[in-house]
């Protein structure tokens, strides 16, 4: 039997001419800065990157000190940048007038890029109902579409290897059910005007995801009840516009008889019709700051009468 001959193992080129720890470093991340103008935003970025306090307080330390922990990017198609994670450090660095922007370039691809931007964001100490909703929604598509799993009916019941949920999954990374994942998910439903009134902690969470299940027009409809009533569904009364809307029998009437009724551990209010205080406002003042000049109004109309009854 003719024994096969065992041919060596050529060094490569690369090894030939290079040290190993050159190697090493080769294939190491590193951070390499970046200019600005050549780095875009994430595409549908469910965050909000607010100038507020912490922004005008995160300037002063970029103009000072400079970006100390670096982005994460990925190279597009194109030759531009696209920004993972960094956000507000791209916005900080903008306003300090910095020039350029200390960037990590990850290879990944768009659907990997959506989980790493939302697990990357959902660490920062306030989050909007708003922002975790449309968080969870991008990341369960992007989830999906990796395991191959149809779009439709989100969330899907559909399990992964490990017989888990995709919102068991999300949950697992943020700390909350899965009910409360797809709860989340289905304010992503609600018209822009309710889903701020969440955000704004005039809704609460239960009572929004049942109206979320309303059409476009039954959503606007109950909008202007609300103002009309200034007062927000319960989370029985959302329960019921839901079932007329499902039966196809909510209108602008159903509407505000179901908003009418009174709630179990509802103080009785003082309610004044829209139309006789109309000609005082401008159209479209908002209701909270109706209240407030309402309030003032009869603050002064109050003293006046005390500084009469003095003068008597």
């Known amino acids: 039997m003719v024994k096969p001959v065992l041919k060596p193992k050529l060094a490569s080129v690369d090894e030939l001419f290079t040290t190993q720890a050159e190697r090493d470093d080769a294939v190491r991340e590193k951070v390499i800065d970046i200019p600005l103008e050549d780095i875009d935003g994430f595409p549908d970025h469910p965050y909000q990157v607010r100038i507020d306090l912490e922004m005008r307080e995160l300037v002063e330390n970029v103009r000072e000190h400079g970006v100390l922990t670096p982005t994460i990017a990925r190279l597009k198609e194109d030759g531009r940048y696209e920004l993972v994670s960094g956000h507000r450090r791209k916005m900080a660095s903008e306003l300090a007038g910095l020039k350029t922007l200390p960037v990590i370039v990850r290879e990944m691809d768009r659907d990997t890029a959506i989980v790493f931007m939302v697990n990357s964001n959902l660490q920062r100490e306030q989050v909007l109902p708003s922002e975790k909703a449309k968080a969870y929604k991008m990341k369960l598509e992007a989830m999906n579409r990796q395991l191959g799993r149809p779009l439709n009916n989100v969330p899907p019941v559909a399990e992964d290897s490990r017989g888990k949920r995709s919102t068991a999954i999300i949950g697992e990374a943020t700390g909350e059910s899965h009910e409360q994942i797809r709860r989340y998910i ?107 000049t309402i309030i003032k109004a009869l603050e002064l109309y109050r003293k006046r009468e005390r500084s009469r009854g003095q003068e008597r």
């Open 186 to 292: 289905r304010l992503t439903e609600l018209i822009p005007e309710i889903l701020q009134m969440v955000d704004e902690d005039k809704m609460a969470l239960r009572p929004a995801v049942e109206i979320s299940y309303l059409a476009e027009k039954e959503q606007k409809v109950l909008l202007d009840t609300m103002e009309l009533e200034l007062a927000t569904p319960s989370h029985a009364q959302a329960v019921k516009l839901k079932q007329f809307s499902q039966e196809g029998r909510l209108n602008s009437d159903v509407t505000l008889s179901i908003m009418q009724e009174q709630k179990p551990n509802q103080a009785d209010k003082i309610k004044i019709p829209r139309d006789k205080i109309s000609r005082y406002f401008d159209e479209g003042t908002p209701v909270a700051k109706i209240e407030e």
